[in-house]
Structure formats: structure tokens, C-alpha cells
């Protein structure tokens, strides 16, 4: 009797609330990194600064650098993110670190 094995993507999707770090000002999104399992994959990472109505390009992390990062995010106020994985590879993620820095009102 043979086995066979299908192999059927997995889908990840993970959407933040929108965060605004509680102060009224500008903020500057200059890069974000994915803590996550070494894999041979891209994970892929976008923002929205309306409501979640648009969103930016995705933008990808690949898996298997040691800190897949993105970089130059650009300004908002208050700001989403979205994190996709669609591969026949695990997914194995911590969460990610998000460097903000703080503008003018």
C-alpha cells in the first residue's frame, strides 16, 4: 500500500489594531524586523495609515537571513500593519520588532 503525501499551502494572515503610541504626534517608521524560525521562505509585510481602507505594497522578509527586515516605512499618525505567509514551509514567528520614532505634532 502506498502513501501519498499532498502538500497544501499554509496561509497565514495577521493584522494588527492600529497603533498610535497614544500621543498626537508623527511618527517615523524606519524599519521593522520579523523574529521568526529560519525557513525557506518570504514572509510579507504591509501598512495602512487610513483605517485599514488602503494599504502600502507588500514588502518582503525573507526567512532565512538571520533578521529579515525591512527598511525606510515612512511616516503616519496612526498606523496598521499586515503580515502574510503563504508556503508549503512552516511558519514559525515570535512577532517582530518595530522601530518608531517620535515626529512633530
Not at 500500500?1 to 504626534?25: E, H, K, L, S, Y
Not at 501598512?47 to 533578521?67: C, G, I, N, R, V
Amino acid at each position: 500500500m502506498a502513501i501519498t503525501f499532498t502538500t497544501t499551502p499554509i496561509n497565514v494572515a495577521i493584522r494588527t489594531a492600529q497603533i498610535d503610541g497614544q500621543v498626537p504626534d508623527t511618527k517615523f517608521f524606519p524599519e521593522t524586523t520579523l523574529i521568526c524560525g529560519k525557513e525557506n521562505a518570504t514572509a510579507w509585510f504591509r501598512y495602512s495609515d487610513d483605517d485599514y481602507e488602503t494599504w502600502s505594497a507588500f514588502l518582503p522578509l525573507h526567512m532565512w537571513l538571520a533578521a529579515p527586515r525591512v527598511r525606510r516605512l515612512g511616516s503616519g499618525y496612526r498606523r496598521a500593519f499586515e503580515l502574510r505567509h503563504i508556503d508549503e514551509t512552516a511558519f514559525r514567528s515570535e512577532g517582530f520588532d518595530l522601530l518608531v520614532e517620535k515626529g512633530v505634532q
